[in-house]
C-alpha cells in the first residue's frame, strides 16, 4: 500500500480517485515527515503543526480531483502546506519560537549546552523572519527544494525566490551576529 | 555590500547551484573583495546551523489520524469524481428536476399565495440537495460571476458540517467566509471565534483551485453562511441560508 516513487503516488491518486479512499494513506506516510517538518518549522509549535499538517492531508484529499496530474504531488502538497501555514501565522497576533528549553526527540544526548545555546537564537531568529521569507527558507533547508521547485511551490518568479532566501539568509545572519556568533568566532 | 552579481553567485555555491564557469567567476571576485569572502563566510555559517538542525519527527498518530479524518470525509463525501464531466452532466439533471419541481411549487404557491409573489432576494442563494446514502445532506450552490466559476458545497452530518469552495480554474482569489455576524475560522477542524469580541471573517488567499473549511458542531450558532469571492476586478457573493439555526 505504500506509495515509495512519483509513479505509485500517480497510482495512489487513481486508486483514490476511483473510490479506494484507503489509498491515500500511502501519500500520507510518504509526506507525513517533511509535511510536518515544514509546518513545524513556519508555525514554531509542535502541537499547532500537529493540527495544521492533519487539516493540510484532509484537503488534499476532499480536494484531490482537483490536482493537476501532470504535476508532481509533493509541490501541489507543499503548496498546501505553505498557505495554511501562513494563515495560520496570520490569525495569530504573534510566533513564539520553538521553546528554549524545548528538547527536540531527533537530538542526541550528546549536544552541547553551547550547541542548544546556538539553536535557540536561530529558532529566534527564524521566528522573526516574514512569513513569506520563512516558507522560502523552509522549503530550500528544511525540505530541501530546488530555487525551480520552490518557485513552482510557492507560484513565485525564481528570482523572487531567491531574493527572499538572502533577505531570510542576511537576517538570520544578523540576528546570530548581534548575539555573538560567526564562523569561527565562539558566542562571546 | 557585494554587488547583485557576486551575491548571486555566492547564493549559488552555498546552495551547490552553481556550475564551474560560476564557480571559478565566485572565486575571482572573492579573491578581491574582503566584505564578499566575510559575507560568504557568514551565509555559509548560517546555511551549516540550519543543514545540522535535525528534522522534526511527527506525531506518531499523525497518520493514523489523518486517516481517520479521510476515511470519514469518504463516508460523507461518497460521490468520487473520476470523470468530471459526467459529474457535471449528473449534476445538471439533478438541478433540473430539482429547480422543476420548484417551479412546480412555486407556480402553484404563486396562484395561491399572494406573499410568494414577492420577489426573492437574488443575493440569497438556490441550492440544489442531494441525500446520498447515511445520515447527512449535501448542497451544491453554484458559483456564476463575471469571470468566477464554480461551486460552493456545504456538506452537513449529525457531528460535522463540512462548507467546501471550488473553482474550475486555478486563478488568485480571496474567499471571505462569514457566518451570521460571527464569523469562524477553522484550525483543523475546530471552530474558534476570531478577534477579541468573538466577531470578524475569516479570509482566504486561494491561488489554487479550492478551499475546504469543516466544523465540529457546538461551538457556535448560525442561521446563515455568508460568502464573497473577489477575482481581480470580479466580486461574487452570496448567502446561503442554513433553514434554521445550527450549531456549529
Known amino acids: 500500500m505504500n506509495c515509495t516513487t512519483d509513479s505509485e503516488d500517480d497510482d495512489c491518486i487513481r486508486r483514490c480517485l476511483d473510490g479506494d479512499a484507503d489509498a491515500f494513506e500511502g501519500l500520507v506516510l510518504r509526506y507525513q515527515k517533511p509535511v510536518f517538518n515544514a509546518i513545524y518549522r513556519m508555525v514554531q509549535n509542535r502541537e499547532d503543526a500537529a493540527e495544521v499538517c492533519q487539516a493540510v492531508f484532509l484537503k488534499a484529499y476532499v480536494n484531490l480531483r482537483a490536482f493537476d496530474r501532470g504535476r508532481r504531488f509533493f509541490s501541489w502538497i507543499y503548496r498546501i502546506a505553505m498557505n495554511d501555514s501562513i494563515n495560520f501565522l496570520a490569525s495569530r497576533r504573534s510566533v513564539e519560537p520553538i521553546a528554549a528549553n524545548y528538547e527536540s526527540p531527533a537530538a542526541g544526548p550528546e549536544e552541547h549546552l553551547e550547541a542548544s545555546e546556538l539553536r535557540k537564537h536561530l529558532n529566534e531568529a527564524i521566528a522573526q523572519l516574514s512569513p513569506d521569507q520563512r516558507a522560502v527558507l523552509v522549503l530550500r533547508h528544511f525540505t530541501h527544494c530546488s530555487y525551480q521547485e520552490i518557485a513552482s511551490t510557492l507560484q513565485l518568479p525564481e528570482k523572487t525566490v531567491k531574493s527572499r532566501l538572502f533577505d531570510a539568509r542576511q537576517s538570520l545572519r544578523e540576528h546570530l551576529s548581534a548575539v555573538g556568533y560567526r564562523r569561527g568566532v565562539s558566542h562571546a | ?248
Open chain 2, 1 to 248: 555590500m557585494p554587488d547583485s552579481r557576486t551575491i548571486d553567485l555566492i547564493q549559488h555555491g552555498i546552495d551547490d547551484a552553481a556550475d564551474p564557469a560560476e564557480l571559478s567567476e565566485l572565486e575571482q571576485r572573492l579573491a578581491s573583495d574582503p566584505v564578499a569572502r566575510q559575507l560568504r563566510d557568514d551565509l555559509h555559517f548560517v546555511n551549516d546551523l540550519l543543514e545540522e538542525t535535525p528534522d522534526e519527527e511527527p506525531p506518531s498518530t499523525l497518520a493514523a489520524d489523518v486517516m481517520a479524518q479521510v476515511r470519514r470525509a469518504a463516508a460523507t463525501a461518497p460521490v468520487v469524481i473520476a470523470d468530471r464531466r459526467a459529474e457535471r452532466e449528473r449534476k445538471r439533471t439533478i438541478a433540473l428536476r430539482f429547480g422543476l419541481g420548484i417551479a412546480a411549487a412555486l407556480a402553484i404557491g404563486f396562484i395561491l399565495m399572494p406573499s410568494m409573489r414577492e420577489p426573492i432576494d437574488p443575493r440569497h442563494a438556490a441550492g440544489t440537495m442531494t441525500s446520498p446514502p447515511g445520515d447527512f445532506t449535501v448542497t451544491e450552490f453554484p458559483i456564476r460571476g463575471a469571470s468566477i466559476s464554480g461551486s460552493i458545497r456545504v456538506s452537513e452530518s449529525a457531528d460535522l458540517v463540512s462548507l467546501g469552495v471550488s473553482f474550475d480554474s486555478p486563478a488568485e482569489r480571496e474567499v471571505r467566509v462569514e457566518f451570521d455576524a460571527a464569523a469562524l475560522s477553522t484550525q483543523a477542524g475546530r471552530a474558534v471565534p476570531i478577534g477579541d469580541e468573538g466577531s470578524g471573517v475569516r479570509t482566504f488567499d486561494v491561488t489554487g483551485e479550492s478551499i475546504e473549511m469543516q466544523f465540529e458542531r457546538g461551538v457556535k450558532r448560525a442561521s446563515a453562511i455568508g460568502v464573497r469571492i473577489r477575482q481581480g476586478g470580479d466580486v461574487f457573493e452570496t448567502t446561503i441560508d442554513l433553514g434554521q439555526p445550527t450549531n456549529f
